[in-house]
């Protein structure tokens, strides 16, 4: 399971922390000079180093596939700005729980913008036809991204709420469980989407929107959130499919 995200530090606040370090940047060889080796043994060593660098080399691309972070995204100043605009509720909706409330944010125009333009960037050249927005705060943040990069927006909804013939997918909750639905024929497959929302917790109704479209022949491309609660673990329920946060908040 990949995580793409601005790490934070683990407080009842929003902030950032410093890049995941790449392997070959901080590798450094450095020969003992106390230790003379034979001619043959020299050359076996060398051999030996070289297989070992192109080694670390496969294996750091093949890390920075799977769970690249994007620096320009950890050290952009617009994600300080993100962050800080996104209030903390203590104890909302019931005792314990610290509600992260991005009605805030939304109010702060830059950061809304900034927002929008962090993900924009993210997808414009992959290929997208299909954004999914997860009811209800998906809905905020899906059509803004679907428009600039050219794709449609699929709203996934709650049961009983769209018009049409639909196809569900049903998930579980801490007491029983729900379902989430779409209108048949909304996609295609082959379509290579991306999920939206506002928030992974658990990460239940993610996983279960993933499983919807892949049941219609569709590709999900990433998961994409502004926000991740990490402590709830939500990321490993998404599989192998890739999840990108912009913020994360412990």
Do not use: W
Not at 96 to 112: K, N, P
Not at 164 to 184: P, R
């Amino acid at each position: 399971m990949q995580t793409i995200i601005s790490p934070l530090l683990v407080s009842h606040r929003l902030s950032l922390a410093p890049p995941v370090p790449r392997l070959l940047n901080n590798y450094h060889h450095r020969a003992p000079t106390s230790i003379r080796l034979s001619s043959h043994r020299s050359t076996n060593s060398l051999r030996l180093f070289s297989s070992t660098v192109v080694a670390a080399a496969a294996a750091a691309a093949a890390a920075s596939r799977d769970s690249e972070m994007a620096t320009e995204d950890v050290q952009d100043p617009r994600i300080a700005k993100i962050a800080s605009s996104i209030r903390v509720i203590p104890d909302f909706p019931k005792p314990g729980i610290m509600f992260q409330d991005i009605t805030t944010l939304l109010l702060d125009t830059e950061a809304f913008k900034d927002t929008i333009a962090l993900f924009v960037e993210r997808y414009k050249d992959k290929d997208i036809s299909v954004v999914a927005g997860v009811e209800a705060r998906g809905f905020i943040f899906g059509p803004p991204i679907a428009l600039a990069i050219g794709a449609k927006f699929v709203p996934m909804r709650k049961p009983k709420k769209l018009p049409g013939k639909v196809i569900s997918e049903e998930y579980s909750l801490e007491y029983g469980t729900d379902k989430i639905e779409m209108h048949v024929g909304a996609v295609e497959p082959g379509e290579r989407a991306i999920i939206i929302d506002d928030l992974i917790a658990t990460g239940g109704t993610l996983a279960a929107a993933i499983r919807l479209l892949e049941r219609v022949g569709v590709k999900i491309v990433e998961c994409a959130c502004v926000i991740e609660l990490p402590e709830l673990k939500g990321k490993d329920k998404l599989g192998e499919t890739p999840l990108f946060v912009l913020v994360s908040s412990a």
